[in-house]
C-alpha cells in the first residue's frame, strides 16, 4: 500500500475551483496531523494548511477564505477545497502526513520526500 497518493491537481481559469486529495494508509490517517504545502516554481515553499488529529484546521492568510480541508475517514482521504483560484495559487501541492512540529518545519528542499505532488496551473 502506498505510503500516500495525492491526486486532483490540473489547469483552470482564474476564479474557478479545484479540489486535490491526499489519501493515506488507514493508520497514518486515524494517527497523525496532515498538512499541505505549495512551491511554485524559483519560489519558497508555503505551508497552505495543516489539519490537527484533534480537527483543528489552520489556513495561511494567503488563503484563509478561499480554501478548505475537509475529511473522508472511510476512504482515508484529506481534501483541499481550492476556490477562487488566482494565478498566484500556481504551484505543486504537497501533503504531508506528520507531527504539527514536523510539517511546520518541513524545508522546501525536501518536499519530495513525500512524493512529486500535484500540480495546480492558474491562467488569467
Known amino acids: 500500500e502506498a505510503p500516500l497518493v495525492v491526486s486532483g491537481g490540473g489547469s483552470v481559469e482564474a476564479g474557478e475551483s479545484l479540489r486535490i486529495s491526499c489519501t493515506l494508509s488507514?493508520?497514518?490517517?486515524?494517527?497523525?496531523?496532515q498538512g499541505w504545502y505549495r512551491q511554485a516554481p524559483g519560489n519558497e515553499c508555503e505551508l497552505v494548511s495543516t489539519?490537527?488529529?484533534?480537527?483543528?484546521?489552520w489556513y495561511a492568510q494567503s488563503v484563509k477564505d478561499r480554501f478548505a480541508v475537509s475529511l473522508d475517514a472511510a476512504k482515508n482521504t484529506i481534501y483541499l477545497q481550492m476556490n477562487s483560484l488566482r494565478p498566484e495559487d500556481t504551484a505543486s501541492y504537497y501533503c504531508?502526513?506528520?507531527?504539527?512540529?514536523?510539517?511546520?518545519?518541513?524545508?522546501?528542499?525536501?518536499?519530495?520526500?513525500w512524493g512529486q505532488g500535484t500540480t495546480v496551473t492558474v491562467t488569467s
Open positions: 489539519r490537527r488529529k484533534d480537527g483543528t484546521i
Open positions: 488507514k493508520t497514518t490517517f486515524d494517527a497523525i496531523d
Open positions: 504531508i502526513p506528520a507531527d504539527l512540529a514536523t510539517i511546520s518545519s518541513w524545508p522546501c528542499s525536501r518536499l519530495d520526500t
